[in-house]
């Protein structure tokens, strides 16, 4: 069984390719309300995670990883924010006040 990651539009998986590209993938939270929110920022419309779904390093902030150990870690409570979604997904982000009339 392949890991892959999770997220809408991205189709990294656990290889050797994607590890010599310093790329790391991390389990869903535990913490119900946590998964949640990661389950919304995927954006994949009725995603609900599996034990074993994936998000590759790619979706996080760089400040989002605690790379103090051996293994790469997510901080506590962190939510993936980083993702190339197609631009009618897009809109969602622009904040109020900034669009460009
Ligand atoms: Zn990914």
Redesign the pocket.
């Known amino acids: 069984m392949l890991d892959f990651?999770a997220?809408y539009g991205?189709s990294?998986e656990r290889s050797i390719q994607t590890r010599s590209r310093g790329i790391t993938f991390h389990r869903f939270p535990k913490d119900n309300s946590l998964k949640r929110q990661w389950e919304l920022a995927v954006k994949r419309e009725g995603f609900v995670a599996a034990e074993r779904s994936l998000?590759?390093s790619?979706?996080f902030k760089p400040d989002d990883f605690d790379r103090t150990g051996q293994i790469v870690r997510l901080r506590h409570g962190v939510k993936p924010s980083v993702f190339n979604f197609p631009s009618h997904l897009q809109k969602v982000f622009v904040p109020f006040g900034k669009r460009i009339h």
């Open positions: 990651c997220a991205c990294n998000l590759c790619e979706h």
